[in-house]
């Protein structure tokens, strides 16, 4: 059990309990606070009610909130989803007027290869026209037969010209008209570049207001998750207190085939009144530097004080332990042992059945305490209120 412990001004050491005494007990278990009186057990038990209290209104108070977070959440789900249409849609249009305004380039290149070759053509008969000038009618009246019609060569030549200066006319309106268009397809295509930056930046907006609203409705999920464990067992500590004190106001017979208890694991009295002076656990020996096991709680107390069984048991060691003084070990329902070592006096004997909070000795101003359970030391920490 435990290996060595300090001396204390005024009273005895706590007890090391001897190799074959420790092996041949299976375990010690289980340690609680605030005496065994039925007043401290009712303060405790309404102190565990009122908690439980505030928790429930907590626990609606968030639950509240993750349904009005979980709406939001769906809304913002929706507003993404149609923000997600615009924005597509968006995109389509702008798709749209790219195509068109790659048509009309690709049509008034065109054009203006037509208005090349025109000029081209026409600049090529009026030189000829003019060539014909000095010698050039003669040439053309020389080279005429009398079957020529010189008159309507020449009108012919005109009509040509014409024809030329009309089409190129006609080209010029046409290049004037999708110039004016071509303006129109930037503008609207740069319009749908605007609509389409705005349309992606809400979507943008939107995703990031929906990642909070997501991270918000986790956050709740977590603190709900939290409350609901924490107010389960604060109920479970109610149910266990209010169990334990049940079978304090029936103070009958103990029968170890009864409640294990390990049932009322957190709920326990405290054996003495008093605070804890050292922790279970491992120490280091400020002489040899070593680790000493201590499988126990040491608790201060006054001289002469009540030390109280922490839960009904049957006695199966009472009287001195070398290193230990007078010590009184009980074995309870669950295959757990408490050892209750440092004692000034024995009020119980071997064998002798105890019920909740019998007094097993007076403390010698202070309290060695352990529990093991299958003959393994535990933190009695976690067994006390």
Known sequence: MDATSSRVPGRRRPPRLAPAVAAGLLG?????????QPAAREADLAAIRARVGELEARLRDIRERKRG??????????DLQLQGERLAEARR?????????????????????RLARIRAAASRRVTGLYRMGGRGPVRLLASLRATDDLLGALRGLRYLVRRDVELRRSLNVARSELAVQLRALRFQRR?????????AARMGDLERLRRRRASLVAEVERQEAATAGEY??????????????????????????????QDYRG?????????????????RDPRYKTLVPHNGL????????????????RVVYAQPLEGYGETVIVLHSGRVFTLYAGLATLAVRTDELL????VVGAADGGLYFEVREENRPVDPAEWIR
Do not use: N
């Not at 289980?30 to 005496?35: I, Q």
């Open 191 to 199: 319009e749908v570049e605007i609509l389409v930056d705005t349309e």
């Open 355 to 358: 019920s909740l909070g019998q």
């Open 267 to 283: 709920v326990l009295d405290r054996p003495i009144v008093g605070s804890i002076v050292r922790a279970f656990g491992p120490r």
């Open 28 to 36: 010690l278990a289980l340690v609680d606070a605030a005496g065994a």
């Open 69 to 78: 977070l979980v709406g939001d959440l769906v809304e913002a789900d929706y």
């Open 298 to 313: 040491q608790f201060a107390g006054l001289a002469d004080e009540s030390v109280r069984v922490v839960f009904p048991g």
């Open 93 to 113: 249009e702008l798709q749209g007027a790219r195509a068109r305004l790659e048509a009309a380039e690709s049509e008034t290149g065109e054009l203006e290869d």
């Open 232 to 261: 389960e067992g604060w109920v479970d500590r109610q149910g266990k207190l209010a169990d334990l004190m049940a079978q304090v106001a029936a103070r009958g017979g103990l029968s170890l085939a009864g409640r294990r208890i």
